[in-house]
């Protein structure tokens, strides 16, 4: 039986420098987050076969459609994908059904116009068949280049930073519909994108890239909460990064601890690293606790600090904290706006916090040296790296 799905290993020098293992099964979305020239579009491209690489393999249902070995290089027609750009790419002067249309092959006209509205319906497009791409929104345009990749009837399916020319209203209606379609597709599906946000929002799993290499694959929320490197921590956002001695480990209860700026911090137990060795522990913005000047204390990783900053991102306030001395890395929260206005929150007002054990997740120790971490902390603060 052939393996379902798809399978990519990419290796090259030059001109840009990959080094990519990945995987997608039918009906499965994988997200591909990195920085602006880490790879992404790249892997597309090679997995279309728009880019020839150096070395490596790409199967899709047990067919080769790459393999630098065996010298098998089968056409972009051969490899029927369908892809979906960050501009669309639409022909300007023909209507949205004429785009469709161009799509389909091997058919009378009179079917391929059958299909093609179909497919335009499908993307909730009734009524516009006959506009041109100028008389259409962004999120329509999107919608047509949509129903344009699937009319190749595509054995995979690549959208490459499809929402990032439409604003915040449609990007949401749009990944409902997404999130519809895909229930009915039985194909892999690739999805490109700068956002991590959009990324835990549409995708079953996500692939971490940097400069071409692969650091990271995982259900998006556990790539998140439990990056496997501090690199991979700062690629996703995380703030909460900090440098910590080891303690000790707690089999009976399920936990290690370690110390962090004269602090006892219990973790989940996470019994690879050493006893009296260095690590580096991170927890996300909203696995921190404001607690109630009042409340009694609870059972673990109280901290007190002082508010350094408060700021209002919509219905949610942002808060750092500093614990110690407030010429160091401040710990970062987030939660909701009405909660923080409750408590009265403000800049300047000493709190209590609570770390939730079970989301301290450790890594490997930086082995930067202090003068390069101080550099970096100067230069990006929220991504700091530190005691």
């Known amino acids: 039986m052939p393996e379902p799905g798809l399978s990519v290993r990419l290796r090259q020098a030059r001109p840009i420098a990959l080094e990519v293992d990945l995987d997608c099964a039918p009906s499965e979305m994988l997200a591909l987050v990195g920085p602006s020239g880490s790879g992404k579009t790249t892997v597309l491209r090679a997995i279309a076969g728009l880019n020839r690489i150096e070395h490596g393999a790409i199967q899709c249902n047990g067919t080769t459609w790459f393999a630098s070995d065996a010298g098998v290089d089968l056409s972009p027609q051969q490899r029927r994908v369908g892809f979906v750009f960050q501009h669309y790419g639409l022909f300007p002067h023909l209507t949205a059904l004429g785009n469709v249309m161009e799509s389909i092959a091997g058919v009378t006209r009179d079917e391929c116009r059958r299909r093609a509205a179909d497919l335009l319906a499908r993307v909730h497009l009734e009524g516009f068949e006959n506009r041109l791409p100028a008389q259409l929104s962004g999120g329509q345009q999107q919608r047509v280049a949509v129903a344009r990749a699937l009319a190749r009837e595509p054995k995979v399916l690549l959208l490459d930073e499809p929402f990032a020319a439409v604003d915040r209203a449609t990007r949401e209606r749009l990944y409902t519909e997404l999130a519809e379609l895909r229930r009915e597709l039985s194909?892999?599906?690739?999805?490109?994108?700068?956002?991590?946000?959009?990324?835990?929002?549409?995708?079953?799993?996500?692939?971490?890239?940097?400069?071409?290499?692969?650091?990271?694959?995982?259900?998006?929320?556990?790539?998140?909460?439990?990056?496997?490197?501090?690199?991979?921590?700062?690629l996703v956002g995380l703030k909460n990064v900090?440098?910590?001695?080891?303690?000790?480990?707690?089999?009976?209860?399920?936990?290690?601890?370690?110390?962090?700026?004269?602090?006892?911090?219990?973790?989940?137990?996470?019994?690879?690293?050493?006893?009296?060795?260095?690590?580096?522990?991170?927890?996300?913005?909203?696995?921190?606790?404001?607690?109630?000047?009042?409340?009694?204390?609870?059972?673990?990783?109280?901290?007190?600090?002082?508010?350094?900053?408060?700021?209002?991102?919509?219905?949610?306030?942002?808060?750092?904290?500093?614990?110690?001395?407030?010429?160091?890395?401040?710990?970062?929260?987030?939660?909701?706006?009405?909660?923080?206005?409750?408590?009265?929150?403000?800049?300047?007002?000493?709190?209590?916090?609570?770390?939730?054990?079970?989301?301290?997740?450790?890594?490997?120790?930086?082995?930067?040296?202090?003068?390069?971490?101080?550099?970096?902390?100067?230069?990006?603060?929220?991504?700091?790296?530190?005691a």
Not at 195 to 214: K, P, Q
Not at 215 to 233: M, N, Y
Not at 339 to 367: F, Q, Y
């Open 242 to 386: 900090f440098r910590a001695g080891l303690l000790a480990h707690d089999r009976d209860r399920g936990e290690t601890v370690i110390e962090w700026r004269r602090h006892r911090l219990r973790c989940r137990l996470q019994s690879e690293y050493a006893v009296g060795s260095q690590v580096t522990w991170a927890i996300s913005q909203g696995q921190i606790v404001l607690l109630d000047a009042n409340a009694p204390s609870v059972d673990a990783n109280v901290l007190a600090g002082t508010v350094l900053r408060y700021v209002r991102l919509g219905n949610t306030a942002a808060v750092s904290v500093a614990v110690g001395r407030i010429d160091r890395p401040p710990l970062y929260m987030s939660l909701p706006l009405h909660e923080a206005r409750a408590r009265g929150l403000d800049e300047r007002a000493e709190v209590r916090i609570a770390l939730r054990p079970d989301a301290i997740h450790l890594m490997p120790a930086d082995t930067q040296s202090e003068e390069a971490r101080e550099n970096r902390r100067r230069m990006q603060p929220a991504s700091d790296v530190t």
């Open 187 to 234: 194909i892999p599906v690739i999805l490109v994108t700068h956002d991590i946000d959009e990324a835990l929002a549409l995708s079953d799993r996500m692939t971490v890239l940097y400069r071409g290499r692969t650091l990271q694959t995982g259900v998006p929320f556990d790539v998140v909460e439990r990056p496997s490197t501090v690199q991979v921590a700062q």
